[in-house]
């Protein structure tokens, strides 16, 4: 099983943070990575297909929803990721007054392609959130 985690500062409270995260349909309001969002269902259970860049999708489904602790986690049902099994979590931290910390982790087994590539595409999109949340939050 391969992991991966990631955490970045933004200059915001967590609970502006978390307000945009928590929106399962979101991501292209700060992801450079994704063009477009469209939801399927309400809550735990829907299922997001996300249309990216390169004119592929990807279909990601929402396992759970936690506003207390400021916690999502979702897993990968379709995507042309040389990945399979993935379920990631962003959690959002509050740090200091008007300042948080997202994190974002993920597990997945590499699927057609070595695990250095699988883990690199992932690295590659919580840093585009990041900058895009840094960026949102300016």
């Given amino acids: 099983m391969t992991q991966v985690a990631m955490s970045a500062t933004i200059q915001a409270s967590a609970d502006k943070v978390w307000e945009l995260v928590s929106d399962f349909n979101a991501l292209p309001k700060y992801s450079e990575a994704i063009i477009s969002s469209s939801l399927e269902g ?3 259970g829907a299922v997001r297909t996300l ?3 390169d004119d592929s999708q990807a279909k990601e489904k929402l396992e759970s929803l936690d506003n207390q602790k400021k916690t999502l ?8 990721l040389p990945i399979k099994n993935y379920l990631s979590t962003v959690a959002v ?3 200091v007054s008007n300042q948080c910390e997202v994190s974002w982790s993920s597990t997945f087994e590499p699927d057609g392609g070595p695990e250095a590539e699988g883990k ?4 590659g999109l919580y840093a585009v959130c990041f900058e ?3 960026k949102y939050f300016g």
């Fill in 42 to 44: 309400e809550g735990v």
């Fill in 51 to 53: 249309t990216l860049g």
């Fill in 73 to 80: 986690t979702y897993s990968i049902v379709e995507a042309g």
């Fill in 93 to 95: 931290k509050e740090t």
């Fill in 120 to 123: 690199n595409a992932i690295e």
């Fill in 132 to 134: 895009g949340l840094k």
